[in-house]
Each structure stands twice: as C-alpha cells, then as structure tokens.
C-alpha cells in the first residue's frame, strides 16, 4: 500500500522502495545510494580480523623440531541462544534518516543503535581450546604459522580471521650455539698449549649427539679461528 510505501521511504530512503514495494537490499546498497556508487565490492564472504600471537622457541626446537601445546581463549558464538534478524534495521546495520526542509530532501546514514551495525541479535561467550603447533627442523625466528578461522568470532555471517602465529628464538638462552642463517656456531676456550701443539675437544650437540672436534696436525690456532664441521649442521 501506499502507507507501507511511505514508511519504508522513511526509513531507508530512496532504494527502500523498489518496483515491487520490497525492502532495500543491503547496508552497501544504502551507503552507495547516500553517498554516491562506484565501490567495489568484495567476492566471497566477509572475513574477520586476524590476531597474531608470539610463541618464543628455543634454539633446539628450531633445530630437531618439536611439536608445543597452546591454551587460547577466543569469543565464539552462542549456538545455543537464538540469533534473529534485528528490527530496527532489518539487518542492514544502518538506519537511514530522512530530514524534509521544503523542497530539498536530505538522507542520513547512521549505525543502528540496536545490533550496533551487526545486523543480527545474538549472543557470544568465551571458549578455552588447545592448539597444537608443529614446528619443523630448519624453521627460522620471525616464521608464521596460521590457524585458518581461529580468531574471534565478531558476527554469524562473517567468516572468522585467522589465528597467527610468530616463532621467535628465545633470548639469553643457556646454551653455547649461535644460529647465522642455516649455520650454527660454538665458542669454544682453548689453552695457549691446545693452540700451539693441537687440541682435541668434545662438544654436545642440540640433539645430544657428541661430536669430537680435533685441530689438523702442525697447525697453529689464532684467536676467533674458525673450524667448520658441516656435515653435522
């Protein structure tokens, strides 16, 4: 009728009245039809925000890999209260107000006070999980690991973020190796005999291996030489 006609103009504005008397499409239709069109719109749902979490490894893990176990608190949506569309705005998340001064007609666009722009009534609760993160041999520091659609969960109709997350080498860690790149070093303290007359040491690797490291015969070892074993890197 021409009463419900009225009113949904009033409401929605222009786009609430199509040529079958229907409702406006979306919110985006609303905000194109305020403030002019031209945006582009995304394919595919609507994706929440990531979060990122750091998780400090120490440098054996990085080198034998290791497998850790991670308690994470994340908001979820209730499936057990209801979750209806919201009255205000019909489920747009925006109210359109119409301001009538004489001829001239202005249009306001505004967040629904309701749902706060959600669209939908529901409600959410926390959810405690574990996680398990597998870390493989040769993983670096400053590596991500993702966990698709582990992130909060803001609304019923948006897809969740993702879960992020950042290995990072554990600092003043109590061991004698030093990771550059794929390489590893050990500083290891000679006596002034040991580098004029040679030496033979022990040394315990990150994977408990025991590597018996000796200096060629003749030769004279100066400070900070370096003596490389590659096969066991």
């Known amino acids: 009728s021409d009463d419900q006609k ?17 409702g406006p499409g979306n919110a985006e239709d609303i905000f194109d039809m305020v403030f002019g069109g031209g945006r582009g719109r995304s394919s595919g749902p609507r994706k929440g925000e ?8 120490p440098l054996s893990q990085f080198y034998n890999g290791a497998t850790r176990k991670l308690a994470i608190n994340r908001v979820v949506i209730d499936h057990s ?6 009255n205000a705005c ?14 001239m007609v202005q249009q306001m666009q505004s967040t629904c006070p309701q749902c706060h722009g959600q ?5 959410t609760k926390k959810s405690k999980e574990i996680i398990e993160i597998h870390i493989e041999k040769g993983m670096k520091s400053g590596q991500k690991i993702p966990f698709r659609g582990m992130a909060d969960e803001s609304n019923p ?15 003043n860690e109590d061991t004698a190796f030093t990771r550059k790149g794929n390489d590893l070093f050990v500083r290891k303290p000679i006596t002034l005999v ?30 900070i030489d370096l003596t490389s074993e590659k096969h066991y890197l």
């Open 6 to 22: 009225r009113a949904r103009y009033d409401k929605f504005g222009e786009e609430g009245v199509d040529q079958d008397g229907m």
């Open 50 to 57: 990531d979060i990122t979490h750091v998780l400090e490894v």
């Open 81 to 86: 209260a209801p979750i209806t569309t919201c």
């Open 90 to 103: 019909d489920g747009q998340g925006v109210t359109v107000k119409t301001v009538r001064m004489g001829p």
């Open 119 to 123: 669209g939908k009534t529901f409600k």
């Open 157 to 171: 109709d948006i897809e969740p973020g993702d879960l992020i997350i950042i290995l990072k080498q554990k600092e």
């Open 194 to 223: 040991e580098a004029l007359t040679g030496y033979t040491t022990v040394i315990t690797h990150l994977d408990g291996r025991k590597l018996i490291v000796r200096s060629k015969p003749g030769d004279i070892i100066k400070p």
